[in-house]
């Protein structure tokens, strides 16, 4: 997927390539207090970019929309039934693997 230099900051979220058996697709990895998590590049509620949001109180936020999510469970924040599947990180050496 990635080098661990390639990773997003503390604090702020980046879009990736990620090849599945389907194809290749977009996933967001956010960096909160320093711990990264994947999921979803898609927003639930109208198809926003989520990598391409910000990190604001430990919550990934939508930039179209505003919708905060948790980066751990993916459940939004003002409706925990609403959910961005969310998917294992694994380094090998220096590189990033997520496990679609």
């Known amino acids: 997927m990635c080098k661990v230099s390639e990773l997003p900051r503390e604090g702020e979220a980046a879009e990736f390539e990620v090849a599945s058996g389907a194809g290749r697709r977009m996933i967001c990895v956010a960096n909160v207090n320093g711990e990264c998590s994947a999921m979803d590049n898609v927003c639930v509620h109208r198809g926003g970019p989520l990598?391409?949001?910000?990190?604001?109180?430990?919550?990934?936020?939508?930039?179209?929309?505003?919708?905060?999510?948790?980066?751990?469970?993916?459940?939004?924040?003002?409706?925990?039934?609403?959910?961005?599947?969310?998917?294992?990180?694994?380094?090998d050496a220096d590189v990033v693997k997520i496990e679609l």
């Open 51 to 91: 990598g391409q949001g910000m990190v604001e109180g430990g919550k990934l936020v939508c930039p179209w929309h505003g919708w905060a999510f948790d980066p751990k469970t993916g459940a939004a924040s003002h409706n925990v039934t609403a959910k961005v599947q969310v998917y294992p990180i694994r380094v």
